[in-house]
């Protein structure tokens, strides 16, 4: 048991950063004002709020295990959130330190940063996703393709899962811009990360 707990807060902090919750409202009705309202709503003890924008798409698996469309929440941050992310781990041989890998993907439109664990079947997967690796995200809505480059793998994106009501989908984390640019309107608030 102390074991576990001795671990447990350093779990959080790669997963979640400096946030300690997420809030999911519905897209079909969103808050005027995320930050305000939610700030409003809890009688000032949230104390940062970064709104989140999601779009659903079809991604591949670029080590080609499957063949299958893989079900993907593209996840847009914003510029705030640079500060106090999750923690990466093997972010591109180019960068100096993994936080460098959340500055890439917020001035880069082109990276994205990806679950260490995107795509996998359970049971020994072989070679793991290297950064770098060239990812294809498909617009079920439209049928754009978008490629996009992999700065790094969030060493626990527990905190992306389960924003999408519907079926369990990979988390993709990309800038508010480059899910904006790929996923047009479909791209909206529908969650964010508090303090």
Same mark, same amino acid.
């Given at each position: 048991?102390?074991?576990?707990d001795a671990g447990v807060a350093d779990a959080v902090r790669k997963a979640a950063g400096t946030s300690t919750l997420r809030v999911d409202f519905s897209r079909s009705a969103p808050l005027p004002d995320p930050t305000g309202d939610l700030r409003? !709503?809890?009688g000032g003890a949230i104390t940062g709020v970064t709104p989140l924008v999601t779009?659903?798409?079809?991604?591949?698996?670029?080590? #080609? %295990?499957?063949?299958?469309?893989?079900p993907v929440l593209a996840i847009g941050v914003p510029k705030s959130f640079a500060a106090g992310t999750p923690a990466v781990r093997d972010p591109l041989p180019s960068l100096a330190s993994? *936080?460098? *890998?959340? *500055?890439?993907?917020e001035r880069d439109p %082109?990276?994205?940063l990806l679950d260490s664990l995107y795509a996998?079947? #359970?049971g020994p997967q072989g070679k793991a996703i290297q950064? #770098?690796?060239?990812?294809s995200l498909t617009d079920g809505r439209t049928g754009r393709l978008s490629r996009f480059v992999v700065a790094g793998l969030l060493d626990d994106a527990t905190a992306f899962y389960g924003i999408d009501p519907g079926e369990q989908r990979w988390p993709v984390i990309m800038s508010v811009g480059? !899910?904006?640019a790929a996923f047009g309107p479909a791209a909206a608030p529908g969650s964010a990360l508090v303090r």
């Open positions: 048991s102390a074991i576990i409003r !709503a809890s779009a659903t798409a079809d991604g591949a698996d670029p080590l #080609g %295990r499957t063949g299958d469309a893989l993994p *936080a460098d *890998a959340w *500055a890439l993907v %082109r990276y994205v996998s079947t #359970g950064p #770098g690796t060239v990812l480059a !899910a904006t």
